[in-house]
């Protein structure tokens, strides 16, 4: 039996969602529409779907700055931009954020959906972060220890995935707000350091090996050590 394709559709025009949604699920696709780009990473953390379809131009956040937490977060999930920005400098900014495809306004519904299909006929080629005996699968976001399987809240995953593309460098407290926090304003580093707690405890409590460390006057470093610090 064959899995049903999820797409979440990211569009703030809600005539277009909607159209857009009827179109999706007249080709049994299952469709959950966001109009913010808040909503649509907090939505793409919850259902874990086989396609975005993703507006430039959302009221909260840059549609290139979404597209880019998406791809860090799910490196292989693919994102088609669907969007009035139908300018060169516009085309080459989506690719460069990481969309798989650029589709412009007013669009083909036929091209579209090919677009979609093809899209969703490409390999899937599972991605693994892997640290020690940490094991972090970025597809399904589902992150074990020595295989125990260990349950992150969205903040948490992405301060662990962060660290995990960084193994064996120091990262600042800035740093780590600036990537982790990049869409929240008005958040102080102290917040880096409880979340540091949080993640600790899940990750390391249970081990004699720690694998997140202090780096007294700096930051913090994800290395293999058998004395924490």
Known sequence: MSVIPTIVVVEDDQDLSTYLQQLLTNKRYTVFPATTGAQALQLIMEVHPSLVLLDLTLPDIRGEVVCQEIKKLIPKLPIIMVTG???????????????????????????LLARVQA????????????????????????????????????????????????????????????????????????????????????????????LIHSVRGFGYILKEDSLST
């Open 119 to 210: 899209r969703l006929k490409e390999p899937e080629a599972q991605s693994t972060l892997t640290f020690a005996d940490l094991s972090i699968n970025t597809d399904t976001m589902e992150v074990t220890r020595a295989g125990r399987k260990i349950e992150l809240t969205h903040t948490e995953y992405s301060l662990l995935h962060y660290f995990a593309v960084n193994p064996n460098r120091v990262l600042t407290r800035e740093m780590i707000l600036s990537n982790v926090w990049a869409f929240t304003p008005d958040i102080q580093t102290r917040v880096v350091d409880v979340y540091i707690g949080y993640l600790r405890k899940k990750i390391d409590s249970n081990s004699k090996h720690k």
């Open 85 to 111: 920005k139908d300018e060169k400098k516009d085309v080459i900014a989506g690719f460069s954020a990481g969309a798989d495809d650029y589709v412009t306004k007013p669009f083909d519904s036929d091209e």
